[in-house]
């Protein structure tokens, strides 16, 4: 596993019940507003930090099992985007664990 600190723009990401992010930075656009209730963990480590930028309104669940990490939001409630939010979140190994969020 390589270290990952791209603090980059990568690729944009369509929302989906999973949504695996890139290797080419840790700064996404999100597009589409389908549900998302986890990310892929595949070749992240704990300790990488991703920055979600919404360019719709999908909604985000909290702790809801599927075939990526679940996301764990503050408060354990869904986060209700819009475009122009962010959430910035780290991964602890296991799951996604929220840092901060901006509402537009």
């Known amino acids: 596993i390589g270290r990952r600190f791209e603090q980059a723009k990568g690729a944009d990401v369509a929302s989906g019940t999973n949504i695996a992010i890139g290797s080419d ?8 507003a389908t549900q998302i209730d986890t990310i892929a963990a595949t070749n992240w480590q704990a300790g990488s930090i991703i920055v979600l930028q919404f360019d719709s309104n999908p909604n985000i669940r909290h702790n809801t099992a599927g075939t990526g990490a679940v996301i764990l939001l503050a408060g354990s409630v869904p986060f209700a985007t819009a475009a122009g939010s ?16 901006t509402v537009a």
């Open 86 to 101: 962010r959430l910035v979140l780290i991964y602890d190994g296991v799951s996604w664990v929220e840092l901060a969020r």
């Open 25 to 32: 930075g840790n700064f996404v656009d999100i597009t589409g």
